[in-house]
């Protein structure tokens, strides 16, 4: 369904969805995106505020427990709308405020973009030929999915962004 095209769905700001390679050898696609960002001559200091938010959804098909949210140190804002949208899914969750991450969230935090960043934690499979499909809680990656898709859509039909909270290391 278009939402947008039906006039349910009033667009302030665009939604751009990416996946990224190299995160292990050091975040390389990320970093590269965010240096290279709209094509400037020399590496922006500040994505802001082209770049409003930067949602990361990493390992997400193992919940078993809890879904962890990082990043909610980004913004003063996350916790309220985490919150808000997780009502009606009822997943379970961790916030951890931390924003200097091991994944690709922390290539826009760096650069002065609030983020969040879902993960449902390590596992023994992680990287070898053990981690298969019959692992995976479709069930709870759908929750987390609609969780973060409530998200997005409320970031891109606001007018307003997220503030930016900088963090110590």
């Given at each position: 369904?278009?939402?947008?095209a039906?006039?349910k769905?009033?667009?302030?700001?665009?939604?751009?969805?990416?996946?990224?390679?190299?995160?292990?050898?050091?975040?390389?696609?990320?970093s590269?995106?965010?240096?290279?960002?709209?094509?400037?001559?020399?590496?922006?200091?500040?994505?802001?505020?082209?770049?409003?938010?930067?949602?990361?959804?990493?390992?997400?098909?193992?919940?078993?427990?809890?879904?962890?949210v990082?990043?909610?140190?980004?913004?003063?804002?996350?916790?309220?709308?985490?919150?808000?949208f997780?009502?009606?899914?009822?997943?379970?969750?961790?916030?951890?405020?931390?924003s200097?991450?091991?994944?690709?969230?922390?290539?826009?935090?760096?650069?002065?973009?609030?983020?969040?960043?879902?993960?449902?934690?390590?596992h023994?499979?992680?990287?070898?030929?053990?981690?298969?499909?019959?692992?995976?809680?479709?069930?709870?990656?759908?929750?987390?999915?609609?969780?973060?898709?409530?998200?997005?859509?409320?970031?891109?039909?606001?007018?307003?962004?997220?503030?930016?909270?900088?963090m110590?290391?």
């Open positions: 369904v278009d939402l947008r039906k006039g769905l009033p667009l302030q700001h665009d939604v751009l969805f990416a996946a990224w390679s190299g995160e292990e050898m050091g975040l390389l696609g990320s590269y995106f965010v240096r290279t960002f709209a094509g400037q001559s020399t590496e922006p200091t500040s994505l802001r505020p082209a770049v409003a938010a930067y949602l990361n959804m990493d390992m997400i098909g193992r919940l078993e427990k809890n879904l962890i990082q990043g909610i140190g980004s913004s003063s804002q996350w916790l309220a709308a985490l919150e808000r997780n009502a009606p899914i009822g997943l379970p969750i961790t916030v951890q405020n931390d200097y991450l091991p994944t690709d969230a922390t290539s826009f935090y760096l650069k002065e973009v609030p983020i969040l960043n879902a993960f449902t934690g390590a023994a499979d992680y990287h070898t030929p053990r981690d298969t499909a019959d692992k995976i809680n479709y069930v709870g990656a759908e929750k987390i999915t609609r969780l973060f898709a409530a998200i997005a859509a409320s970031l891109a039909t606001d007018a307003g962004a997220p503030d930016y909270q900088r110590e290391k």
